[in-house]
C-alpha cells in the first residue's frame, strides 16, 4: 500500500510560509495583488477562480477581477489586457483560456507583460522557462508538481524521471524543471513504443496525458514515485472526475502517489499565489 | 562493423537541393544572403566563416562579412548589430560567440531580428523551438543532426532517442526536435546514476556533451545509432580533434555511427545556407 502523497499538506505548509511573506511586504507598505481576466461565465473558470480568490484570502494577498462579456471584440479586449497589465497595481495576471474564438488568443496573450506573466500565457515566459531563467514563471501545474515532490522530499538529482505527455501546459516545462533538479528526463506519449515499459522503468513518474485512467499496473514498479496531473471526467462515475492514472489498481504496487482529487490540483491556487508573490517582490526590489 | 554514418553525403545531397532552390529564388530578382557578424579575429571563427563561406558560393547565395575590432565598445556594436539587422538585403545572420568580455552578449544576441536568426541566437527563436513554432530557427548543430537522421532513413517515431547533454546549443534543442518526430526522448547528463546504462538503452544516441571520448563500449549497444556531435581535441593527438565517442571502442559494436571529423560538423553551414535560404522565402512571401 503505497503513501499517499495529499496535496493538502503542501499547500497548508505553502500558505503558512506565504502568509508571512505577505505580513513582511505589507510591513512595506505593498500589497500582493492577483488580477484576474475572465471573458464570460463559463463553469470550470468560475470554479478555479473561487479557489484562487480562496487562496488570497488566506495569505492576505489582494484580488481583482476583470469580467467581460463573451462576445467581446479583439480590439476592445486587446485594450483591457494591455490596461490590466499597466495597471501599476497588479502584480500578477490569471487570464482565463481558452478565449472565445471571435478573438486572437496567440495576440492576446502575448500583451500580459512577462513580469507579470504568473501562468505562463506568453512567448516570453516559456522562453525562460526553456532557458532555466529563474525570473520567468513556469505553468502553475507543473511548479505544483514540483513543490509536491519537493516536500515530500523526493530525491530527483540523478534519479529516473519519466514525463508522459508533451504539452506546452505540464510535459514540457515539468520536464525543464526536473532537469534543473539534475533528473534523467524522458518524455514519452502516446506515438512511444511499449509505453507502459517506459513509464515503468521511472524513479518518478508524472502523467499528464490528459486520459482518464490510462496509467495501469503495468506502467508502474513497486517503490515507484507517482504524481498524476490527468483531471478527467471519471467515465465509471458521472460527475466526479478522476486522474490519469488507475488508483485502484496503482496504488497497491508503488511506493507513494498523489490522489486525485486531493492531489496536484489542491497546489495550483497557491503556486499562483507564490508566483504573484514573487512578482511582486521582483517589482518593488524586494527579491 | 558499423555502418558510417558520413556527414558529406548528406551535404551533397542538400547543397544539390539548395543549388536548385536559390536558382529558384534568383529567377524572381532576389538573392538570398548571409550576413556574418565577426568580432575580431579568432582562429576557430575564421575556420567557420571559411566553411561557410564555401557552401555560400557552392549553392550560389550571397554573403557579407560585416567585421569589427575585438574592442570595439557596447554601445558601437549594438548600433553594428542593429543595423546589419536592418539592412533588408540580408536574410540570416551569423553571429560568431562569445563576444568579448566588454561586450553584454545577452543583450545584443536580441538585437538579431528573430526572422534573420538563422543560428537561434535570440530567446524568441529558442522560444519557438520550445513551443514547435516552425517559424524559428533552431541552432544549425541540432538541425544537422535531424537531416543525418533524415538522410539516413533512420526511423525515429516511437523509439528511444537519448541525449547526452543538456545545453541550451545542442541538447535541449535537439531533444525538442526529436519530440516533434515522435521520438521517446531521454536527456541525461554528468549527474545521471548509471549514465552508462541509460545511454545504452537508445536506439538512437546523441552524444552532445563536450567530453572528448567519453562514450566508451558500455554507453552503447549493438544495432544502436550514434549521433556524435563533438568536437573536442584529441588528448592522445596534439592538434587533431575527436568527438564525444570513442569512436574506436563503440564503432564495432554499434549499428551505425557518424565519424569526427566528417560527421555532424560537415552538415552545419550547409544548414545554416538551408536556413537562411527558408528566412529569405519567408520574408519575400516565397514559403
Given at each position: 500500500?503505497?503513501?499517499?502523497?495529499?496535496?493538502?499538506?503542501?499547500a497548508?505548509?505553502m500558505?503558512?510560509?506565504l502568509?508571512?511573506?505577505?505580513?513582511?511586504?505589507?510591513?512595506?507598505?505593498?500589497?500582493p495583488?492577483l488580477?484576474i481576466?475572465?471573458?464570460?461565465?463559463?463553469?470550470?473558470?468560475?470554479?478555479y477562480e473561487?479557489g484562487a480568490k480562496?487562496t488570497c484570502?488566506?495569505v492576505?494577498m489582494?484580488y481583482?477581477?476583470?469580467?467581460?462579456?463573451?462576445?467581446?471584440?479583439?480590439?476592445?479586449?486587446?485594450?483591457?489586457?494591455?490596461?490590466?497589465?499597466?495597471?501599476?497595481?497588479?502584480?500578477g495576471i490569471l487570464?482565463?483560456?481558452?478565449?472565445?474564438?471571435?478573438?486572437?488568443?496567440?495576440?492576446?496573450?502575448?500583451?500580459?507583460?512577462?513580469?507579470?506573466?504568473v501562468d505562463c500565457?506568453?512567448?516570453?515566459?516559456?522562453?525562460?522557462?526553456?532557458?532555466?531563467?529563474?525570473?520567468?514563471f513556469?505553468p502553475c501545474t507543473?511548479t505544483a508538481?514540483?513543490?509536491?515532490?519537493?516536500?515530500?522530499?523526493?530525491?530527483?538529482?540523478?534519479?529516473?524521471?519519466?514525463?508522459?505527455?508533451?504539452?506546452?501546459?505540464?510535459?514540457?516545462?515539468?520536464?525543464?524543471?526536473?532537469?534543473?533538479?539534475?533528473?534523467?528526463?524522458?518524455?514519452?506519449?502516446?506515438?512511444?513504443?511499449?509505453?507502459?515499459?517506459?513509464?515503468?522503468?521511472?524513479?518518478?513518474?508524472?502523467?499528464?496525458?490528459?486520459?482518464?485512467?490510462?496509467?495501469?499496473?503495468?506502467?508502474?514498479?513497486?517503490?515507484?514515485?507517482?504524481?498524476?496531473?490527468?483531471?478527467?471526467?471519471?467515465?465509471?462515475?458521472?460527475?466526479?472526475?478522476?486522474?490519469?492514472?488507475?488508483?485502484?489498481?496503482?496504488?497497491?504496487?508503488?511506493?507513494?502517489?498523489?490522489?486525485?482529487?486531493?492531489?496536484?490540483?489542491?497546489v495550483t491556487t497557491v503556486v499562483l499565489c507564490k508566483q504573484t508573490i514573487q512578482a511582486?517582490?521582483?517589482?518593488?526590489?524586494?527579491?
Open positions: 500500500m503505497a503513501e499517499r502523497l495529499a496535496g493538502k499538506a503542501v497548508d505548509a500558505k503558512e510560509e502568509s508571512q511573506k505577505v505580513a513582511a511586504i505589507k510591513a512595506k507598505g505593498i500589497t495583488k488580477g481576466i475572465r471573458v464570460g461565465a463559463r463553469p470550470d473558470d468560475l470554479f473561487g480562496k484570502d488566506s492576505g489582494a481583482q477581477v476583470f469580467e467581460y462579456p463573451a462576445d467581446i471584440d479583439q480590439a476592445a479586449f486587446e485594450q483591457a489586457v494591455t490596461a490590466v497589465g499597466a495597471n501599476k497595481e497588479i502584480n487570464m482565463f483560456a481558452p478565449l472565445p474564438k471571435q478573438l486572437d488568443e496567440k495576440k492576446i496573450r502575448n500583451l500580459i507583460p512577462v513580469e507579470k506573466d500565457m506568453t512567448i516570453g515566459s516559456a522562453a525562460k522557462v526553456y532557458t532555466d531563467d529563474p525570473t520567468g513556469p507543473p508538481c514540483m513543490d509536491i515532490l519537493k516536500f515530500y522530499n523526493i530525491p530527483l538529482k540523478g534519479k529516473k524521471a519519466v514525463v508522459l505527455g508533451r504539452s506546452q501546459v505540464v510535459g514540457k516545462p515539468v520536464a525543464m524543471l526536473l532537469l534543473r533538479e539534475h533528473a534523467t528526463v524522458t518524455i514519452c506519449h502516446s506515438r512511444t513504443d511499449n509505453l507502459p515499459a517506459v513509464c515503468a522503468e521511472a524513479d518518478v513518474l508524472i502523467a499528464a496525458v490528459g486520459r482518464a485512467k490510462m496509467v495501469k499496473a503495468n506502467y508502474v514498479k513497486p517503490g515507484q514515485i507517482v504524481i498524476d496531473v490527468g483531471i478527467n471526467e471519471d467515465p465509471a462515475n458521472p460527475g466526479k472526475y478522476c486522474g490519469d492514472v488507475d488508483y485502484a489498481e496503482v496504488e497497491p504496487i508503488v511506493g507513494k502517489i498523489t490522489p486525485v482529487p486531493g492531489g496536484v490540483g489542491s511582486c517582490e521582483m517589482q518593488n526590489g524586494l527579491a
